[in-house]
């Protein structure tokens, strides 16, 4: 199992289309992986939509993500970049 | 009908509303998750006769049965779109769901594979009311697991 820590970065923070990214994107992993909320408050199956919007992760949450599986370093390695470019999102 | 479904479809949906709420919800789905070919929309004007409802939601069976059966999501209990969607509850075929949000919708159009139409069916209610919150609850701090 790999595990990293990520920052909600975006202005809208995981809304319904970013958190739709997100589930397309570790959906094409073999590998379990799960986000979890720093503040414990919560955690999700990241393949499932409407596990990951409960989430609420507003812009500045703090989240652990971890891959466990076969290609869990390239599952991990994908959500890391989701987070950070913002998932593609101008902040305008 | 199978009771179980094993055959690799799907089980469809047809939402059913007064008014545009249908299509609209499904809209919101879709501009989410991408296109759903397996749930269609039927809004039931507030001046339609029962005759022209019933012979829609038959329709819209018919178009996203995949042999699988079919869930109809209705908005509220007691009221003429889940009275006439009731019409067509067949056990393994056809079942309804009320009160439908769009969790719920989305919960049908991502369902698991596999599932027999009263799996799905359960699933969508679970889902539908585990997603009702109260914001101000989970500002306080309240645990919020899920899986």
Redesign the interface.
């Known amino acids: 199992m790999v595990e990293c820590e990520v920052r909600v970065v975006n202005r809208l923070g995981l809304h319904a289309r970013a958190a739709a990214k997100l589930v397309r994107t570790a959906s094409g992993f073999q590998s379990a992986v799960r986000i979890e909320r720093a503040d414990r408050a919560g955690a999700a199956d990241a393949k499932s939509i409407l596990s990951v919007l409960v989430l609420a992760a507003a812009r500045g949450t703090e989240l652990k993500v971890t891959a466990d599986g076969a290609d869990e370093r390239a599952a991990l390695e994908a959500v890391r970049g989701l987070f950070t470019s913002g998932f593609g999102e101008s902040d305008e | 009908m199978p009771e179980k479904n094993d055959g690799g479809g799907r089980v469809g949906g047809v939402v059913v509303s007064h008014g545009q709420v249908a299509n609209e919800l499904l809209a919101a789905a879709e501009?989410?998750?991408?296109a759903v070919k397996h749930i269609t929309a039927v809004s039931i004007g507030w001046h339609d006769d029962v005759e022209a409802a019933t012979g829609e939601i038959e329709r819209a069976v018919g178009r996203v049965s995949e042999g699988c059966g079919v869930l109809l999501l209705t908005d509220m209990m007691g009221g003429t779109p889940t009275n006439i969607a009731s019409m067509f509850l067949r056990p393994g075929e056809v079942e309804v769901v009320t009160g439908v949000n769009l969790?719920m919708v989305?919960?049908l159009a991502?369902q698991p594979a596999g599932k027999s139409l009263a799996e799905v069916a359960r699933l969508v209610r679970d889902?539908g009311q585990r997603?009702i919150?109260l914001a101000g609850e989970?500002l306080a701090?309240?645990?919020?697991?899920?899986?």
């Open positions: 501009t989410i998750i991408g969790p989305i919960e991502t889902k997603h919150y989970m701090g309240g645990a919020r697991k899920s899986s």
